[in-house]
């Protein structure tokens, strides 16, 4: 079956706009996870959803940073006013349940000029 | 927050070549997970470890947990071109779904 997706791929954006990035997962996966991937390091912990409950956002640097998961599918990082710190890949993950293995999307590189 | 730390942080050697890298912490942990990540790809898991000194074998790649829980190694014996990529440990805490990654060990592996 398909893996995760996320669009866009690749995504610039000037200093000061809004973007949003979107998340397909796997069908019939619970649980969603986002996480930053700055250059040079590992991914970092953003915030987890449980179908469209968003049980932990303690990773989410600013209230720039909003996500959600309303149908409990397809999951939407909206990052508004974006600053060059933002930029990063992008990673959504998705499990069958909470504790089970995480499959990754192929992310999305935000580039903030 | 823990401090979790790999090494060596890049590593390019020939093809055939043996090697280990490491996962250490003060900290210890319930179960860790070693994750592979190629250029443009999100990361792939390859193994979960969760007793001490638990050892496990995937092909070519061995991966031991330490008999205290803190620390984790992997080691590659022949290494192939098609084994390069970012190596990452990613420990769990607690209970949490969430991962927490250490910075990972780019290997290189030259033809």
């Known amino acids: 079956g398909a893996g995760v997706s996320q669009s866009p791929r690749y995504k610039v954006a000037k200093r000061g706009q809004d973007v949003a990035l979107r998340c397909d997962p796997i069908s019939g996966h619970v649980s969603l996870f986002w996480y930053q991937q700055a250059l040079g390091q590992g991914p970092e912990f953003l915030t987890y959803?449980?179908?469209?409950?968003?049980?932990?956002k303690s990773g989410l640097p600013s209230d720039r940073f909003f996500a959600e998961r309303p149908e409990g599918s397809v999951s939407t990082l909206k990052i508004q006013r974006t600053q060059q710190e933002d930029s990063a890949v992008y990673l959504c993950?998705?499990?069958?349940?909470?504790?089970?293995?995480?499959?990754f999307g192929p992310g999305t590189r935000l580039t903030v000029t | 927050t823990q401090l979790l730390e790999q090494s060596p942080q890049f590593l390019s050697i020939q093809e055939g070549e043996n090697l280990t890298v490491y996962c250490n912490s003060s900290?210890?942990?319930?179960?860790l997970q070693w994750y592979r990540q190629e250029p443009g790809e999100g990361p792939v898991l390859l193994v979960t470890v969760v007793t001490g000194g638990e050892v496990k074998k995937l092909k070519r790649l061995t991966f031991q947990f330490g008999d205290a829980r803190k620390d984790s190694s992997l080691h590659i014996t022949a290494a192939q071109p098609g084994d390069t990529g970012l190596y990452l440990c990613a420990p769990r805490t607690t209970n949490a779904g969430k991962s927490t990654f250490g910075d990972g060990t780019t290997l290189t592996v030259k033809p």
């Open positions: 993950a998705s499990s069958s349940r909470t504790f089970a293995e995480q499959y």
């Open positions: 900290s210890v942990f319930s179960s």
């Open positions: 959803f449980q179908n469209e409950a968003q049980l932990d």
